[in-house]
């Protein structure tokens, strides 16, 4: 139990298009959800939290109007990379926290990751 | 930076030797939990000790905790070719927003 899925799992773009990466809990629902980059041999960065029915919560840095994101439902958020740059290149990763009764868990599970390499 | 920092960076040994990886914090956490990473995938949830817990172990795992130094290890005892991968410990504030600030990360390779 508990997998999250994401897509797609490696896109390639040129520079000036927008990205879209879907991050999906399979077996569980979740009010919120997490979006992560990660540059090679380095930790992850939390780039935002993602809350059903609400505005994403965005960490210091990192800007709202080019990361977008939607969480439309208890199972789905959505990454938008607007207007990407090479610099933009990196892994996305996802993550869900499991709700169930008496509160969410206390544990993330993470998607596989979406490698974005932008041209 | 919040982020934790863990050692070693880098860490290779033979098959079958234990590898310690130490993890260090900075604020007052809620609990922290230990993740391993393959290259170029995700996450996979190791185990998670509460603030209130010293010690926990599963498998060939064993997590301590030492909230006074605000520190915490992973012992992989008689390691495996299959456990090289890159581990992270990852510390939820005690603020309640389920937030996770992860550590540098140890890259382990286990030796055949």
């Known amino acids: 139990g508990a997998v999250v899925s994401q897509h797609p799992s490696w896109v390639i773009c040129k520079s000036g298009t927008s990205v879209k990466i879907e991050c999906r809990s399979l077996d569980f629902q979740a009010t919120t959800m997490f979006w992560y980059r990660q540059f090679p041999k380095q930790s992850l960065m939390l780039m935002a939290t993602s809350n059903e029915g609400s505005k994403a919560t965005y960490e210091q840095g990192v800007e709202k109007d080019k990361f977008l994101i939607n969480h439309a439902s208890l199972t789905l958020s959505t990454l938008t990379v607007t207007s990407a740059h090479p610099e933009d290149s990196s892994f996305y990763i996802c993550s869900a926290i499991p709700l169930r009764a008496g509160g969410p868990s206390d544990t993330q599970y993470f998607g596989p990751g979406t490698r974005l390499t932008v041209l | 930076s919040q982020q934790g920092e863990e050692d070693p960076q880098a860490l290779s040994i033979q098959e079958g030797e234990n590898a310690t990886m130490n993890c260090s914090y900075k604020?007052?956490?809620?609990?922290l939990q230990w993740y391993r990473q393959n290259s170029g995938r995700g996450l996979v949830h190791l185990i998670l000790?509460?603030?209130?817990?010293r010690e926990k172990h599963s498998g060939r795992l064993r997590v301590t905790l030492d909230t006074s130094k605000k520190s915490s290890s992973l012992l992989i005892t008689a390691s495996r070719a299959a456990d090289t991968a890159s581990y992270f410990c990852a510390t939820a504030l005690r603020s309640g927003t389920y937030k996770y600030i992860f550590g540098t990360g140890t890259r382990l390779k286990v030796l055949a």
């Open positions: 000790i509460r603030s209130n817990e």
């Open positions: 604020t007052s956490i809620n609990n």
